[in-house]
Each structure stands twice: as C-alpha cells, then as structure tokens.
C-alpha cells in the first residue's frame, strides 16, 4: 500500500476555467450560497437529515389523520378518497423521504470519516444526489395541488389501480406524480450507492483494511450495492407504468394484454431488498453503539458483517413472500416460504451478536443506549410475526389485515427509527460539537416506545379479530374500537416523542448554552471520534495510518504497536475542491423536465390530445448544460494548511 | 492500465486503495446496475412473448413484421464498432493520438450506422407493410398489432397487443444507451482536435469503452432473444 502522500499541484499553476454566468464560490464563500454549492460530505449529510425530519414531520400528520378516521366505527374524519391518499402518501414519504435520506444522512456523514478519507470519490455528484433527493420529495408532495391530488393508489401502486380507465377522477394526475417522483428519488439513491461504493473500496486511509472497517462503513457498501442491484427493476417498472399512462402502451393493461401480476413481481423485486435497504443501515448503527456503551469490543465482528451480507444477497429471493396469495402454484410457493424462513437465520445470528456483546460488560444506560435496547426488542418482535408470516396457510389469514400493518411497523418504527434515533442521540455531538440534554433524550425514548408499543402492538389482535388494511372505516359490531382507540391515543404520544426528538437534534446545533461535546464524550472506538467535534473542513490534518479495528479505543487503551500514526504534514497543504453550482442547476434541469413530462398533454380545440414537450425539453437542455460545464469545471480548488493538531 | 496509473499521480488522481482508478470503479459498479436494468427488461419481453399470440381476428407471427437481413446487418456494425473502440483505447494508451481521433470517429458512424437502422427498422414496422393491393398490413405499434389485410381495398384492422410494448421499450432503451455513447465518442472525437488531448485522457477515454463495449454485449443478448428466437421456437 502506497503510504507516500499525494503531491498536489501548488495552488497558482491551478487550471481554471471560469463561466461569466456562474461564478465559481471561492474559499471563503459563507451563508445560503455555501449551502446551495457545498461539495462537503458533511454538509450534504446534514442536508440530507434535516430535510428528511422535515417530511417526518409531514409524513407522521398524515398518520395522525389515519388514525383519527379508525378512532371509531363509521367515522368522517377523511373521505373515502382523502383515506386512501393518507395512507399512500404516508407510506410513499415514510419509506423513501425519511428512512431512507435519513440513513443516507449518516453515509454522508460518517462513512468517509470512519474510514479515514477527506471526501467521497465524487463529491459534485454527491451533491446531485441530495439535489434530486429534494426534488423528488417535492415533486410528490405537489400532487396535493394539481387534479385528483395525491395518489391513492397505496405505496405500491399495484395495477390496475395506476390505470387511467380507472381513475376516480378523470384526468387523476396522482399516479403521475408519484412515478416521476420515485424515479428522481431512485436517481438520487443510485447516484449517491455508486458514490459510496467506490469511496469504500477505494479511498480507504493506508491500513484500513476491508476487515478493519467499522461494521456501520461495512453496512453502507452493502445498502450501496442493494440499491444498485433493486433500483433498476422499480426504475423500469416505473417507466413501464409511465409509458402504459402517457403511451397507451399495454404492459400492465389486462383489457388489452398486459398482466397487472408482472407489475407486483417487478415491485417486490425491489420492494424486499428495500426493506433490507431500509433495515441494514440502521443495524449498523446499534452494532456500533453497543459495544460503546458496553465497553467490550463487538462480539463476533465477522459474523455480524458476513450475515448481512447474506441478508443483502437472499434478500433477492424472496419477494414472492409478499405474493403467496396471489396464486402463483404450489412450487414457487413452497420455495419462497422456505426461502422467507432461511433469510430468518442471519438475522437472528446479528441479534445474538448484540446480545454477546453485551454480555459481561460494563453498560452505561445513556440515551443511544437505551434506544439501542429498544431497537433489538422491538425489531425482535416485528422479526418473530415476519418469520409467521412466511408461513404460506398462516399468511392466507395475514394477508391485507392490520397484522402486517403490526408487522412491518416493528421492524421499521421499532428497527428502522429507532436504530437511526440511536445515531442521531449517538453522533450529535460529533456534528454539532455540544451534548444533548440527557433527560430530555431519555423522556423522548419513554414516549416514543410507550407510544409505539400503544399504537402497535394492539394491532396484532386486530388483525386477528380481523380488520383489514387500507381500509377507511369499520362497522360497528366487531369489536374493533377499543383498540383502535387505544392505538390513536399511543399514536399520539409517539408523535410528541418524535417531535421532541426532533426538536432536540436541531436545538443541538444553535443552542450555545449546551455543554460542549469534546473530542471523544462517549468513549467510543471508530476513528470518527479522533477528530474535532464539530469535524474540521478537511476532516483529517495529516492522512492517518490505521492499525488496528476500533483504532480510536486502542489509541487510548491498546499497545502502543496498536496506534495508528499520521503521515507527516504535506507542504502544499491539503487540497480542497471548489464548490459548484451545476449539480444544483442539474438537478433543477431534471426538476423541470419532469414538470414538464407531468403537464405536456393537453386537449385540443377538436377534442384531440395535443403533446407540447417544450418546458421537457428546456428542462433537458438546463440539465444537459449543467453536466457539460461540471464537466468542463473540474474539480479545481484550493490549499489549506492546517497544523500538526488541528484537526 | 500501467500507462494510465503512472500517469494518475500527476494529474489530481489520487492513490487509490486498489490502485484501480475511481472512475473505473464507478463504471464498472454502473455497468453492474445496468445488467439489471436491461434484465427486467429482457425478463417483461420473454414473459409476454408467447401470451396472447392470438389477438381478436389476428395470429401474431412477428417474423412477418420482422426485417431479420437489416438487423443481421446492423447487429453485425455494431460489433464492429467495437473492434474501433478498441483500437482507440489501445492507440490512446501508445499515446498514439492521431490514430485515437480516428478510430474514435469510425466507432462514430458505425453507431450511427447503427442507430440509422434502428430508427428505420421502428418507422417501418409502425408504418406498416404494403402488399400487392396497396393495403396496409404487418403493423407494430406500441400498443397494438395488425396482421393481415382480410379484405381488399381495405388495411388490416389493429388489435390491441403487448408484443409492441415490450418490444420498442426494450430496443429503445438499447437505442437510447447507443445514443448516449456516441454523443460521448463524438465528446472525445471534438476534444481531439483541441490539442489538450493527452495519455492522461487514457483512463476516460477507456470508461467510455467499457461503457460502449458493455452496450455492445446487451445487444448480443437482445438480437438472439427478441429476433432469433422467433425463428426457432
Ligand atoms: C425476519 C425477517 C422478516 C421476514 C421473515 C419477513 C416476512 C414478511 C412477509 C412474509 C411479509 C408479507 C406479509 C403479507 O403481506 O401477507 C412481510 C411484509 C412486510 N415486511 Fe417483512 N419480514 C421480515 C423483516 C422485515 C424487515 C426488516 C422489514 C423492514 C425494515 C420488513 C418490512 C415489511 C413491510 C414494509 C411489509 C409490508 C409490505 C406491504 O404489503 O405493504 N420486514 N414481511
Ligand atoms: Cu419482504
């Protein structure tokens, strides 16, 4: 491994070329505009996060109205239709506007700290992504406005629900929205998977060897190479879809061919490696926790890292688990159900891991602590109803009733968030540089898991007792409301955790009053937690020479062959690349193609359909524009020059 | 691949963990995502291909819509065209640059040779065959299908079909890759005659041929399952 440091050119025989329209920011570029043309991984990760909490916040507005219709039998809170829109688009947000971003959030963030490199590979592009992340967030959240508002088609928009014969109101642009929505948001994911992977398995710090790598770094390469691999079958799908709507073509149109079952295939195809997209991150995040607040070193760290990559690659085969109902013969049946039950074994082998790491320790009961407990139960609970649902005669009951809705609300409330509410109590300080406030942090756990457990749990009994999913009211007479009641009241408690959860983690970086967080306040073990809270610019003064796994634990405690050393201080300073503006003008150029896609056909005076792509176009052109000139940019850049320390 | 490391330390290109170059590295992670995007795509054409062959009055024979002599030729062009990227990379790697430029310019216009063919073959089966009465018939549209002219003085009547659906959709997407990688090709091909083009370009201009040549394979995947295999099974 090559350990001389990279000989930069000197800051004035630097090449570069300037465009009268957009002047590059310079070095000392501050405000809005740092903002809207940063390239640093961690500013695009705190972008990434705030504006997902944001769509948590709408997305759980959305949930609080579901409720409030199911608080009793018969009840007129929403319409049938605005019912259906809720509960789309809370899915819709929940799964692709807030786990999802929110665990890109600490990709960004952490993942080039953690192994030790100054950037991701390319960081223009890593900002594209977070560019079209937001605009794919807003191109769905304006449905409300336009004809038929939001999709009411469920997160899965199974045919021939998205056919337009069907539509409840004619013209619905619903359905629009939301394809070229999922389609900018799975540009930004790909962007940013394709980003990591190579940042992972080629930017590494001298001796950061693949198994030395914190397992939160190794769980990104294996999400990163997840999403590239599931992406493209919902892609095409998708374009499928659009084409069906916009081109009368027939892919999903029983009436004239097609098989609305293809449709359900192709989702699930991506639509189980998704909850693996979903769940992965936020497992990586506990297997780093633990052991912190433990003081042990991670029980079976090759075993954690190797069955999730077993999780990455069964995950592929078994989407049909979600269609055992469906009809598809008793040979595939069988071979998903068997498959769905083995996928279990990984699984259960990482939460023995956290257990034995466990085991023995010293454990402190700070927040990320107790929100690290509270992921392993609760996604224990979700995990043992996913084992009973891959029961094919026992999943004929499941199917389409609240039990599934308890289900997959374990694994992706009481996993998911509360895996990255974990992360986020965990590493605030590293971003912000001050501690949060422990009993406040403590009281938002209490709420959100008596809140939770309240609004869940109860749906385990009903959905034996029978109340289907996705649907707007219930009958008096079935018993239904006592539970339902029950679940809106803890529905709103999880709401009020969240929100001050949220609440927290924002005040974090404004309060000054908070007490500073140091360098190392939990004394954790992954190489993040060398540097400076908040981290410095440049992330590392001097390129570090890693050692040993958990290099920051043995450079306070192991033997001294075990500390990691730095190259020394390069004369010409660490090389900074410029900020840009064309990934956000790209990103507007998509933006405006796909606005322009949405609204291009109209009717004419004669009653004929009329195509006008020329807002499509003009918004191709900005984008084709964009990516000519970043190309044309280069990275640029300028020097910093950082003494021994500081960093 | 030597050439292009021993020249990376002097340009911005940092060590890398591998020593492969970034950039090779996120090509080939794309590639790897493409496989996947052309194999749904492939998968939804074979899945629909023998459903539904007969639609209303209409036997579906789509070797009677078919223009095999035309796509053995352009498939044949396309190939080609890759035996010229290669040489590119190969002529840029010797620093070779004049016969860079102009391998690069044949892989050029044996893309576009390819993609003319295309757009002909697509006008043609949408438009329609004529027979002896000057009847339309033989026509693939993207959502139906018309076989043949029942009565004369009168063109075949379309049915609603979905071989047209996955047809275009599936070629077009390669067509569209091809596109792609000849306004690239045509990129570099300007660049040449900038004078800035330089054994530093090496590892770019070999990204593009990865991509090229990956687009190359799809297709003999494609001409095989969407034409070949209606002439065998
Ligand atoms: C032990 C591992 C798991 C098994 C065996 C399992 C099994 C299943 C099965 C069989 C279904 C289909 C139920 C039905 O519709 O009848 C299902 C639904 C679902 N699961 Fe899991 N699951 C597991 C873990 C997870 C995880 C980790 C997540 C996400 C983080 C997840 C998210 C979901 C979602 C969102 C649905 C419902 C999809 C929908 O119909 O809208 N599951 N699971
Ligand atoms: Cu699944």
Known sequence: ?????????????????????????????????????????????????????????????????????????????????????????????????????????????????????????????????????????????????????????????????????????????????????????????????????TTIINMRAPGMTMMRMPVFTWMTLIVSFLIILAFPAITIALVELMFDRTYDTNFYDFLEGGKPH??????????????????????????EVIPVFSRKPLFGYGLIIFSGAIIGFMGFAVWSHHMFTTGMGVVATSAFSILTMLIAIPTGIKIFNWIGTMWGGRIRFDTPMLFALGFITMFMIGGFTGIMHSSVPIDAQHQDSYFVVAHFHYVLIGGALFGLFCGFYFWIPKMSGRMLNESLGKLVFTLMFIGFNLTFFPMHYLGMIGQPRRTHSYNEGHGFETWNQIATIGSAILGVGIAIGIFQFINAFFNKKLKPAGKNPWDARTL??????????????????????????ENNYGAKENHSEKEPLDDHGVHMPDRSWYPLLTAFGLFVLVIGMLFHASIGPAGELVRDYTVAICGGTIAIFGIIMWSLEGPAGYHLFPKENEE | MSDASAHALDHHEPVTSTGIPNKKVLMWAFLGSDCMFFGTLISTHLIYRKISATVGGNTLDVRDIFDIELTSFSTFILLASSLFMALAVSAIHKGNLKSTRWMLFGTIIFGSIFLACQ??????????????????????????????????????????????????????????????????????????FTGKMSTADAMDIECCGLYWHFVDIVWIIIFPVVYLMEYAF
Not at chain 1, 120 to 127: G, I, Q
Not at chain 1, 531 to 546: D, G, K, M, Q, T
Not at chain 2, 139 to 160: C, F, I, M, N, R
């Open chain 1, 528 to 553: 993040e937690w060398t540097l400076s809270s908040p981290v410095r610019e440049y992330n590392f003064a001097r390129n570090p020479i890693i050692k040993s796994r958990d290099q920051a634990w």
């Open chain 2, 119 to 192: 757009v002909y073959e697509f006008t043609h089966f949408a438009h329609g065959k004529e027979n002896v009465n000057g009847d339309l018939e033989h026509q693939l549209t993207l959502s139906s299908y018309a076989g043949k002219t029942l009565e004369e003085g009168k063109d075949a009547v379309l049915e609603p079909h979905v071989f047209g659906s996955t047809f275009y959709v599936l070629t077009g997407t390669h067509g569209t890759h091809v596109a792609i990688g000849v306004f690239w090709l045509i990129g570099w091909f300007v660049y040449s």
């Open chain 1, 1 to 197: 491994m090559a350990t001389e440091s990279i000989k930069y050119a000197a800051p004035d025989t630097e090449t570069k070329l300037e465009t009268k329209v957009f002047p590059r920011p310079g070095q000392h570029t501050s405000g809005i505009v740092d903002w809207l043309t940063t390239i640093d991984h961690k500013k695009i990760g705190m972008m990434y996060g705030l504006t997902a909490l944001f769509f948590l916040l709408i997305g759980g507005v959305e949930a609080l109205l579901i409720r409030s219709q199911l608080w009793s039998h018969n009840m007129d809170v929403l319409t049938n239709r605005q019912y259906n829109q809720m509960f789309t688009m809370h899915g819709t947000t929940m799964v692709f506007l807030v786990i999802m971003p929110l665990s890109a959030a600490f990709f960004n963030y952490l993942m080039p700290l953690q192994i030790g490199a100054r950037d991701v590979a390319f960081p223009r592009m890593n900002a594209l992504s977070l560019w079209c992340f937001v605009a794919g967030g807003l191109i769905l959240n304006l449905s409300w406005f336009f004809t038929g508002g939001s999709p009411a088609i469920g997160w899965f928009g199974y045919a021939p629900l998205t056919d337009t014969r069907f539509a409840e109101v004619i013209g619905d642009m619903g359905p629009d929205f939301w394809i070229f929505s999922l389609q900018m948001l799975g540009l930004a994911s790909l962007l940013a998977s394709f980003n990591f992977i």
């Open chain 1, 262 to 287: 293809l449709w359900q295939h192709l989702f699930w195809i991506f639509g189980h490696p998704e909850v693996y997209i979903l769940i992965l991150p936020a497992m990586g995040i506990v297997s």
